[in-house]
């Protein structure tokens, strides 16, 4: 594809896959593509090459050569951003494009979700974290990682079930439809379950969620517990952006549609749906110069779109 002028590649890499977009000047998408989870918990290497694998198959997909990355401006979303060391050592990284500005990916998925306004976002997904911009601040509610934080997330979700299966397995707990599956899953044995854990990530826990919700909404009884205590979580964070003033909301992520009906009413009333995502976030921040770098609020405040204190 023969294209003049700037190019914009947006990337959302989050802990379970990374997603990447490539736009032209005028807001045109010339390809997207993916590849497996980017984030600095498995290593800062391992995530760059997440994100190069991702952004390689946009460009195969617009039809642009490697070449062409020398004048493509990129914003990176990136799970783990404020892990000690992190933002240092993707600074030292050799890259191909005409410039790179790094976020975190809940700040992505916040300025994508309102287009760069001020408003917040629960993110409820194998993770989660509630993430506002109010007047350029960043606020910024759990999402400390998984298993110490990340109430409500489907790691949660999946860890909790597991749990109360072994509770069942030795008849400390009452067994249900839902806890028999989850211990089909390991055979029977709770030794499986033991070694299984040992080795076990966040998406891995997270893989059990779609089960556990599925029997919640059969009537499984402990489904519905495990499933009302991850509401009552996310609902939590979305009560701390009303408590600071924050109106406008939404509710992201790939649990964000099952776990919606499960939240109150007035909460429920108060969501609206995502202008865009994680990388319509993260291409704002490419075309507008934000995120890490010299005089990025100054170059935010004349654009609009206000910048978190990273």
């Not at 029977?188 to 919640?216: C, G, I, K, N």
């Not at 509710?251 to 919606?260: K, N, R």
Request: aromatic residues 4%; charged residues 25%; contains cysteine.
């Amino acid at each position: 594809m023969m294209t003049r002028g700037a190019l914009y590649l947006g990337i959302d890499g989050g802990g379970s896959r990374c997603r990447a977009r490539i736009e032209d000047e005028d807001g045109a998408v010339l390809g997207e593509g993916g590849s497996g989870p980017a984030t600095t918990r498995l290593g800062i290497d391992n995530a760059w090459r997440s994100i190069m694998r991702a952004s390689e198959a946009a460009a195969e997909q617009a039809g642009l050569p490697r070449e062409d990355f020398a004048r493509m401006h990129a914003g990176i979303g990136l799970a783990g951003l404020g892990r000690r060391g992190a933002e240092a050592a993707l600074k030292e990284i050799v890259h191909p494009f005409a410039s790179v500005r790094f976020i975190s990916d809940g700040v992505a998925a916040c300025l994508g979700a309102h287009s760069g306004a001020d408003g917040a976002i629960v993110v409820a997904g194998t993770g989660s974290i509630g993430v506002g911009l109010m007047g350029g601040r960043e606020l910024r509610f759990g999402g400390y990682g998984f298993p110490i934080s990340d109430e409500g997330s489907g790691a949660d979700i999946g860890l909790q079930a597991i749990r109360l299966a072994l509770l069942a397995a030795d008849a400390r707990g009452e067994l249900s439809p839902l806890l028999a599956e989850v211990l089909g899953a390991f055979d029977h044995d709770p030794s499986q379950a033991v070694a299984w854990s040992e080795q076990a990530t966040a998406t891995d826990y997270a893989t059990f969620a779609p089960m556990v919700l599925r029997h919640a909404g059969q009537g499984d009884p402990i489904g519905r517990r495990i499933v009302e205590r991850a509401a009552d979580a996310i609902g939590d964070l979305l009560d701390m952006f009303l408590r600071k003033g924050i109106e406008r909301l939404s509710l992201v992520g790939g649990l964000s549609e099952p776990i919606a009906p499960w939240l109150t009413p007035d909460l429920r009333d108060r969501l609206k749906p995502p202008d865009g995502d994680g990388v319509s976030g993260a291409l704002l921040v490419a075309r507008r110069g934000l995120g890490e770098g010299e005089n990025a609020p100054e170059r935010a405040a004349a654009s609009g779109c206000p910048v978190p204190n990273l």
